[in-house]
């Protein structure tokens, strides 16, 4: 099986948008500075030994060395050795809201990226733990079942959009009956649920249905993903971007609905956490996991694996050296581009 052992570094490769435009902006300059010279007949002649081509090559080498050190920074494996082991877990699913106001960009870059990333850091935080992933806006659906799976995990959860839900609204009472049913033994310990949402649209079934999960060994935990003020939503619309509006044509306002989540939590046994110290709730979660009674199971994983970061380091500073040959003009090509 293949994985990241720090998938979170992988979160950098996003800095390659801003780098790019950069080097775009430093081509720009470069052209335009050679123009500002004089006639291009004379600038050939007189820097027989620049050429843009090599030009574009430096640049395309950054982009390159900046994507092979965070792939070795987040370090590539491959399980090298299976076997059955016994292990001691609690069962725990996250539920996703992925109603359309998680589109929200009243925490950047939105509700729905920051609540994502927390998500897929949960998962390595609660590695060694069953995991299983539930999806919800107006109506919820198992994504992923409880597994030891944690590559599996992260896949769903960055793929995770509003688009994958049938109906909007946010109804977290159908995301708890979803839990419930997705727990597979009638053991009353070791279960837990994560809701992470904005809570935007009030569910009457929510606290009912934490009350009879509670009673029925389950904790729920809520995190709440936004801001009091709130913000619009922005939609694309016949292919322009604009707002998501009423019935009236104005723009739909939505908000962090704290006090619903605070009484999910609350009547789910568990706490409730805003999204802003991201270390701190996941350590009081793991915490709170931590004390549950485990059950024990047997399963086929992997327990060793083999890394190959040294694979991408190497060839990053090779690039680093080939980029400083260049630089230096130890290759020379004579230019006909300009």
């Not at 925490?107 to 927390?118: C, E, G, H, I, W």
């Not at 104005?250 to 046994?269: I, Y």
Request: charged residues 20%; glycine residues 8%; hydrophobic residues 40%.
């Amino acid at each position: 099986m293949f994985r990241f052992e720090h998938g979170d570094y992988l979160w950098y490769l996003t800095g390659l948008l801003p780098l790019v435009a950069l080097l775009y902006l430093g081509w720009q300059w470069y052209k335009a500075q050679g123009r500002r010279l004089g006639e291009e007949s004379l600038i050939r002649s007189l820097a027989q030994h620049a050429s843009q081509r090599m030009k574009q090559w430096h640049y395309v080498l950054v982009l390159l060395i900046f994507t092979l050190l965070i792939i070795a920074w987040a370090n590539p494996q491959w399980g090298a050795k299976r076997e059955k082991v016994k292990s001691r877990s609690s069962d725990i699913f996250i539920a996703l809201d992925i109603s359309n106001s998680m589109y929200c960009q009243d925490v950047a870059p939105s509700r729905l990226d920051q609540a994502k990333r927390f998500a897929t850091q949960l998962v390595h935080q609660l590695r060694g733990e069953r995991i299983g992933l539930i999806l919800f806006a107006g109506n919820a659906y198992l994504q992923m079942p409880l597994t030891s799976d944690y590559a599996a995990a992260e896949v769903f959860i960055q793929s995770a959009n509003p688009d994958l839900a049938g109906t909007q609204g946010t109804a977290i009472g159908d995301a708890i009956r979803t839990a419930q049913e997705g727990f597979t033994e009638d053991v009353k310990y070791h279960r837990v649920m994560i809701v992470i949402s904005d809570g935007e649209d009030h569910d009457a079934d929510a606290i009912e249905m934490a009350k009879e999960a509670n009673a029925g060994g389950m904790i729920i935990f809520t995190v709440g993903v936004g801001t009091a003020e709130g913000s619009f939503i922005p939609m694309m619309i016949r292919g322009n971007e604009d707002w998501k509006r009423d019935e009236q044509g104005q723009p739909v306002r939505t908000k962090l609905n704290e006090s619903l989540l605070q009484e999910v939590a609350t009547s789910g046994g568990g706490s409730y956490f805003y999204l802003s110290n991201t270390n701190s709730i996941l350590r009081d979660i793991e915490q709170r996991v931590d004390v549950l009674e485990k059950r024990e199971f047997e399963e086929r994983s992997f327990t060793e694996y083999e890394s190959y970061f040294q694979v991408f380091l190497g060839l990053g500073i090779l690039g680093i050296l080939l980029q400083w040959v260049l630089s230096n003009n130890l290759i020379v090509f004579r230019k006909n581009d300009l």
